[in-house]
């Protein structure tokens, strides 16, 4: 979730989608992030996750950084209750679509699965992740 959370800050750069609601492929002649071209996050410098206490991650930890990266670009104003509902439906379908038609029956085995495979899955449970979070955050639960 760390690592998507990061990508997202440089597929919409504060200083160009402040107070916009477009898709980030709108700014991609800026970022070179295209729907097929930079959106790995295999390499990225930050971890996936972590056991070590140290790095005192807590779910209000990324909460507050969900909450920064809405208030940064301020998007507030579309960060409802109802558009974010409807953001976790369409990232769900994301998800389901990573599985889809692949054989009802045939057992899916992680380790069949290719790195980039699993990153994009990563990806989409963590888009769902995230805006759950921010449903909770703006309906403060
Ligand atoms: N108005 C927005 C737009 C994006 N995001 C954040 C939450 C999600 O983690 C991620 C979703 O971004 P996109 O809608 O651009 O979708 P994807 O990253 O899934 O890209 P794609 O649709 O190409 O798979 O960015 C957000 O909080 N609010």
């Known amino acids: 979730m760390l690592k998507k959370i990061e990508l997202n800050g440089k597929k919409y750069p504060v200083e160009l989608c402040k107070g916009k609601s477009g898709k980030y492929t709108n700014y991609s002649d800026h970022t070179g992030i295209t729907t097929t071209v930079g959106?790995?996050?295999?390499?990225?410098?930050?971890?996936?996750?972590?056991?070590?206490?140290?790095?005192?991650?807590?779910?209000?930890?990324?909460?507050?950084?969900?909450?920064?990266?809405?208030?940064?670009?301020?998007?507030?104003?579309?960060h409802t209750p109802r558009?974010?509902?409807?953001?976790?439906?369409?990232?769900?379908g994301e998800?389901?679509?990573?599985?889809?038609?692949?054989?009802?029956?045939?057992?899916?085995?992680?380790?069949?699965f290719s790195e980039a495979a699993l990153d994009e899955v990563g990806q989409e449970i963590a888009d769902v992740a995230i805006y759950l979070i921010r449903l909770c955050d703006v309906c403060r639960i």
């Open 95 to 112: 998800l389901a679509e990573l599985f889809q038609w692949l054989g009802d029956g045939e057992r899916w085995i992680v380790d069949e």
């Open 83 to 92: 558009n974010i509902a409807l953001a976790i439906l369409g990232e769900l």
């Open 39 to 78: 959106q790995s996050t295999i390499n990225s410098p930050t971890k996936a996750c972590t056991n070590d206490m140290e790095d005192d991650i807590t779910i209000e930890g990324i909460m507050l950084m969900i909450r920064n990266f809405a208030n940064e670009r301020q998007w507030y104003r579309y």
